[in-house]
């Protein structure tokens, strides 16, 4: 058998072993011929054309053609429409539901979710069948972690830059509170967590270190404006404004050039000219994720002071 008689047997840059033995490959022969053409092993039972790069899009759609009826949903669906989680770097464990309620794991890095899922629920993306927006936020609040599921509603709401790519809101806060109705475990809980969203957010790193100041009874103004003595406006990640501390939450990237870094630093001198503004804090996004206690205590502190 030659190779196009074996590409005709790929689906979306995907080729199942089962596949070509049942079109009459020998398995000797068939990687033999795999190997010999570059073909990429996905997983096993599932191999990648040549050239085709293994991303988590031919991962699920891998996993998918060997368990026909998942659905990708929860971390995995997030990631398709562009929603920011928890779960960065590396392409980490793909989540699926399954509607009929009956497929076991059975599949290395996959995590099937064995609940009710109408097909109004899903959709078809690049040829993978998805969960919708809404509803992929919804599985999340049920599910939790709590500050992964706030983060994902929160970027799914608004304005986000998400893999170098400016991109718009992905639904509205009506249709994610619409697929919190269903009868579903979890429901009330997630309920209770869609209240904790603030559509001011601007970063997973924003929306983590306003949760861990929500628990320890801290609650600041979030984006809250501020103007410099010459008049400019400021906005500033969070303010406690009757203290007059005002906390920054700064990001992974580097300045990236000389006149970036100078620009930050002067408006930080102009926050500290604001009236507003009597003592600033900033933090990385390491001191959020890692360091949540310490930022914390020192605004704890910091407001203390202020007020003594």
């Given amino acids: 058998m030659g190779r196009g008689e074996l590409k005709g047997l790929v689906e979306g840059g995907v080729l199942l072993t089962s596949r070509a033995v049942a079109a009459g490959w020998p398995r000797v022969t068939l990687f033999r011929r795999l190997e010999a053409e570059g073909w990429t092993r996905i997983r096993s039972g599932a191999w990648a054309e040549p050239g085709q790069e293994v991303g988590v899009v031919l991962r699920l759609r891998a996993a998918q053609l060997l368990k026909p009826g998942l659905v990708v949903s929860h971390r995995s669906a997030a990631r398709l429409w562009r929603v920011e989680t928890l779960a960065v770097g590396g392409l980490g464990t793909l989540e699926f539901t399954d509607p009929g309620l009956r497929a076991r794991q059975g599949l290395a890095e996959v995590r099937i979710h064995r609940i009710p899922l109408p097909r109004s629920d899903t959709v078809k993306w690049a040829g993978l069948q998805v969960t919708r927006v809404p509803r992929t936020l919804a599985d999340l609040l049920r599910g939790g972690p709590r500050d992964d599921a706030v983060v994902a509603v929160e970027s799914a709401l608004t304005y986000r830059r ?95 050039s000389r006149d970036a870094h100078r620009r930050d630093v002067a408006r930080f001198n102009q926050i500290l000219q604001c009236p507003e503004v009597r003592s600033l804090l900033r933090f990385s996004a390491q001191d959020v994720f890692h360091r949540a206690d310490w930022m914390v205590r020192e605004i704890e502190s910091a407001l203390a002071a202020l007020r003594a």
Avoid: C
Avoid at 231 to 248: H, I, N, P, T
């Fill in 162 to 256: 998400v893999e170098g790519q400016r991109r718009a809101p992905v639904t509205t806060p009506a249709a994610v509170s619409l697929a919190l109705q269903a009868p579903l475990l979890g429901s009330t809980r997630a309920r209770d967590w869609l209240r904790l969203v603030d559509l001011q957010g601007g970063s997973p790193a924003e929306t983590v270190a306003r949760l861990r100041m929500f628990d320890a009874g801290l609650r600041p103004e979030s984006q809250a404006e501020v103007r410099t003595p010459e008049g400019r406006r400021r906005y500033l990640d969070f303010l406690f404004r009757a203290a007059g501390l005002a906390v920054e939450i700064e990001g992974y990237a580097y300045h990236g």
